[in-house]
């Protein structure tokens, strides 16, 4: 079994030598840190969220928008 943890890097070092000293855990640090998704990756990724987030901007194209201060 694989476990992946994310640590802060202040706690990194720390928690390396916590797991080290486990007989039964192979603990190796991570190459590389994953790429944060943006909003818009994370939007367009489910299928629903998708169809609303284009409708959205669709509707901005034809100037369907409403001000911010109307909404209040």
Same mark, same amino acid.
């Given at each position: 079994?694989?476990? &992946?943890?994310? @640590?802060?890097d202040?706690? !990194? !070092?720390?928690?390396?030598?916590?797991?080290?000293?486990?007989?039964? @855990?192979? !603990? &190796?640090?991570?190459?590389t840190?994953a790429?944060?998704?943006?909003? &818009?990756?994370?939007?367009?990724?489910?299928?629903?969220?998708?169809r609303?987030?284009?409708?959205?901007?669709?509707?901005i194209?034809?100037?369907? &928008?409403?001000p911010?201060?109307?909404?209040?």
């Amino acid at each position: 079994m694989k476990i &992946t943890l994310e @640590v802060p890097d202040n706690k !990194a !070092a720390f928690m390396m030598e916590l797991l080290q000293s486990l007989p039964f @855990v192979k !603990a &190796t640090p991570a190459r590389t840190k994953a790429k944060p998704q943006d909003e &818009t990756e994370y939007l367009l990724s489910n299928p629903a969220n998708a169809r609303e987030l284009l409708e959205s901007i669709e509707q901005i194209r034809q100037g369907q &928008t409403v001000p911010m201060k109307e909404l209040s």
